[in-house]
């Protein structure tokens, strides 16, 4: 059934101006209210109230007047969000949190970290190494994006494929809840079994649960070591297999990414980094620990890609060579935008068995739609990015690109795969959702959120799709 939300009027802002008297940091005119209006995603919607807190009694206090009075609120970070999760899709109250960085305080001892939900994440690799300790999930957009949207969209990166996603790294939580009260869970031990882990439900809840105010994450020892290869392949479907066989080897990588010949032409117009262009995939291999571990590892990997079918393997020498690799795959993204304006960027993601099967049926798909698809990702553990270049002023088009989009979905699903590896469901996927958990786990999901936010103000439309919701990227 449809909530009846309370517009925001001038009595509303007045109450909210009372919590926050900092005038700035309360904003209604439209030039800002613009600036929320959407993320990393697809689709505009403009909220009706932006406000910036910066303590947990501030959110508390506004989340309280929001259930009283029946307001949507959606939490917001840095809005890297690339599945729709902060767009405030039913209007009301944008909490932007991202001002809130005051608090990053390393425990050495302890091997944990203390931080407020708008430090960047980036901030916190930079604090955990200059006490020889490291903070493994690492998404792409650390640099910029805030650890309270991380945790929201339980976030993963390319270290995912050795050191797991961010929720496997929260001890404990800080959060307000749908009627403005806060509660902690876990805490700063490693161990911690007492009730319900609700720390866990927390974590990749994408903000319909309660907005998260501080988290408690664990540290490791920074490996001493680190050694990179580059494995060029004329073939994209045998590059998959390489990647199968290097996984069962023994061999653990801290990294294993891929670039499509796509994705190595975007990079090469872009910004040439010396990829080999005529290759129809590239892998990059990163493996680390102790010295001689390391240095036999990086070399057995190669091996085995050669033997498997790589045309050439290349190990770089110098940390410059080393680094220089890695930009290269973390420049696909923005190069791929020169291609075509609008880019749809997903991450289907399959069991590593089935990666050349994957590989091959979205080679298909984009024949068959005849769409700019491009693919690269986490390919170590399944992770894949088809992503789709277009220009969504042609309708035609973005037709073409929501049916192709379906059927990247279904066939993940079908490998026996998942809708997200580390992107979240947002309000783009949630059509889909019934696809993978079928109708009775969605319900059990459905019944959480309810139990936990009657009045469904915290973050409506995510996760949970509408009556006859579908894909719709011509509209929004």
């Given at each position: ?339 075509k304006p609008t880019k749809i960027s997903e991450d289907a993601t399959v069991p590593r068995s089935q990666i050349p099967a994957m590989f091959a049926r979205l080679k298909t798909i984009r024949e068959k739609y005849n769409v700019n698809l491009v693919v690269f990702g986490h390919a170590g553990d399944g992770n894949l990015h088809p992503n789709i270049v277009a220009d969504k002023r042609d309708k035609e088009e973005m037709k ?8 990247i979905f279904e066939t993940a699903i079908e490998l026996g795969g998942t809708l997200s590896g580390e992107h979240g469901i947002g309000n783009m996927k949630a059509p889909f959702m019934e696809m993978e958990l079928g109708k009775a786990g969605l319900q059990m999901m459905k019944l959480i959120k309810d139990s936990w936010d009657p009045k469904n103000i915290m973050n409506p439309g995510k996760i949970f799709p509408a009556p ?9």
């Open positions: 059934m449809a909530v009846a939300y309370r517009k925001i009027d001038s009595d509303i802002v007045r109450r909210v101006r009372a919590i926050i008297p900092e005038p700035k940091r309360v904003m209604t005119e439209k030039a800002d209210l613009a600036g929320y209006s959407f993320d990393g995603s697809f689709g505009t919607y403009m909220p009706e109230l932006v406000v910036q807190p910066k303590s947990t009694a501030e959110v508390a206090s506004i989340v309280k007047l929001a259930y009283e009075e029946v307001i949507p609120v959606y939490p917001r970070g840095q809005s890297t969000s690339l599945s729709g999760g902060p767009l405030p899709v039913e209007g009301g109250i944008v909490l932007d949190l991202s001002r809130w960085d005051q608090k990053l305080e390393v425990y050495p001892e302890d091997l944990i970290v203390v931080v407020s939900p708008g430090v960047l994440t980036g901030n916190i690799h930079a604090a955990a190494e200059k006490v020889g300790l490291m903070y493994p999930p690492d998404p792409s957009s650390s640099a910029v994006s805030t650890i309270g949207g991380n945790l929201a969209e339980n976030s993963g990166g390319p270290r995912g494929l050795k050191y797991g996603v961010t929720k496997d790294y929260v001890l404990g939580l800080e959060f307000v809840t749908p009627q403005g009260e806060i509660i902690r869970t876990g805490g700063r031990t490693v161990k911690n079994v007492t009730g319900y882990d609700l720390t866990k439900l927390i974590v990749g809840s994408e903000g319909t649960l309660g907005v998260i105010t501080e988290a408690t994450l664990q540290l490791i020892p920074k490996p001493p070591k680190t050694a990179t290869l580059l494995a060029i392949f004329d073939d994209i479907v045998t590059s998959g297999e390489a990647i199968s066989k290097v996984l069962t080897s023994g061999i653990l990588p801290s990294k294993m990414e891929i670039m499509d010949q796509a994705s190595i032409h975007a990079v090469e117009n872009y910004e040439p980094s010396g990829l080999p262009v005529d290759a129809e995939a590239i892998i990059l291999i990163e493996v680390d620990g102790h010295a001689r571990t390391v240095e036999e590892e990086i070399k057995e990997a190669g091996r085995i890609c050669e033997a498997i079918g790589a045309r050439e393997v290349k190990i770089a020498s110098t940390a410059v060579e080393e680094a220089n690799l890695w930009k290269a795959r973390k420049l696909v993204s923005p190069a791929i935008t020169r291609v073409r690109v929501e049916q192709a989009v379906t059927e006859g919701q579908r894909l719709n990227l011509t509209e929004g």
